[in-house]
């Protein structure tokens, strides 16, 4: 409605045009949709890191050669590496967020509560910010462990500096400390992505009754295939190249 | 309790007395004799209050109107549950034949921060009424009523929008949700008229400012535990969630809303 008074000078959010995606970050749809999309890009990640991993299996020289080749597109290292910490960030901080709006939406608790859901046990849907929080524990050793260690950051004291990457990696999964956390973690992300991967689908609005069933089963054999690729990775590759 | 009686039944109760909005609360007990396992679960509240009448005590305060389970006035939590232990069913569509002699049944309010109590279980549940208002209306003059084929609705769409119409907005969905989210509520409404041609005008302004309305009334973020359309009455389900998060994503990036 025209006042006829002068409008107010516009901000620089208006004057590029970005008004639509500040809302989208501040309602509670556009937060899940990001949380989705930022989920279901880490998944791509975790898939390509596992790939790459269970070349511990396959011995030093094809580890070596991978982790290399990798590490030699530094310009391309640096895009991903910057890229992976923005998904982490924005997920994590997301988890804050909407954690802190839902506790906010129901102040007095009910005496009793039981679900409704035909068969439902409290699982994964409900753990989502707990597991999401052991996975990011899990995550900060593995930094320390490998990302820092090998740069000769020794928080640890496992002096993997000057260490080819198969050996520092095998050092580092012969840790007791990281072999306990590196498994529980991979088991508990596996927990997080059993709900996480299909209800990323449904967050992104992509439901259909011909899909969804496909996608549910999916996200199962997906998080099974993670969880039970990186544990064994702690449990057994260790035992198999111990000197 | 998946048997049903047929004598009847002694009961013990225990219900969420609250005198106030900003008055303490507590459960209290009570017990009820005789009670017929055909009476509705309403009709028992109502032997109840008759009693506590009698005896000159403040009967309990329950919301309730049609009693045949389409105007989503009543709702209350029955042991943990929306509704009940029923699905597709509203609390005055329950029967007492669902529950056994000698039971103690739980009735608490629905509870979450957008529904304050006002008093014993009656919620005001305003916001609900301001998440529709703020969708707006249907801007086609639709003069008298126009010949059947004259506006051409396919089959699934006319399917799937009589469907979410058919949320009678009880507010189930809030109280089953662990995290107190409408969305169930607000995808019913935005998509029953998505889904026709009579609601193409208003429909990206509709999913913006309904989504905005509900995210100020403070309901919590939708987590996917599907208890909401377990609990929900109408059989509002969960594809109609994946469908508003569409709907609004589409009217944020591409509308010029």
Known sequence: ?243 | MNHTSTKALNLTLKIWRQAGPDQPGALKSYTLTDISPDMSFLEMLDVLNEQLIAKGEEPVAFDHDCREGICGTCGVMINGQAHGPDSATTTCQLHMRRFSDGDTILIEPWRARAFPIVRDLVVDRSAFDRIIQSGGYVSVNTGGAPDANAIPVPGHAQQDAMAAAACIGCGACVASCKNASAMLFVSAKVTHLADLPQGQAERSKRVLNMVATMDSEKFGNCTNTGECEAACPAGIKLSNIAQMNREYMKAVLFSCE
């Open chain 1, 1 to 243: 409605m025209e006042t006829g008074s002068a409008r107010p000078k516009a901000g620089l959010i208006d004057c590029v045009g970005l008004r639509w995606f500040f809302r989208l970050l501040s309602s509670s749809i556009g937060q899940k949709f990001v949380m989705g999309i930022t989920g279901l890009l880490l998944c791509g990640f975790l898939a390509a890191h596992l790939a790459g991993n269970l070349l511990l299996f396959a011995g030093a020289e094809l580890f070596n050669d991978y982790a290399h080749k990798l590490h030699e597109q530094w310009e391309l290292l640096i895009v991903a590496e910057t890229g992976l910490a923005v998904l982490f960030l924005a997920h994590i901080y997301l988890a804050f967020a909407t954690a802190a709006g839902n506790g906010r939406a129901r102040e007095d608790d009910y005496a009793m509560k039981q679900p409704k859901v035909p068969g439902r046990v409290i699982g994964a849907n409900t753990w989502m910010f707990a597991s999401g929080a052991v996975v990011l524990g899990f995550v900060l050793l593995h930094l320390v462990d490998l990302r820092l260690g090998m740069e000769g950051i020794d928080l640890r004291g496992l002096k993997l500096k000057d260490m080819k990457p198969f050996d520092a990696t095998v050092k580092v999964l012969s840790n007791p400390i990281s072999r306990v956390v590196y498994t529980i973690g991979a088991i508990i992300l596996g927990i997080h992505l059993s709900h996480g991967f299909s209800s990323a689908f449904q967050s992104l609005g992509l439901n259909h009754p011909k899909y969804t069933p496909m996608i549910k089963l999916l996200g199962k054999i997906f998080a099974f295939v993670i969880a039970v690729g990186f544990a064994s990775l702690a449990l057994f590759v260790p035992e198999i190249w111990r000197k």
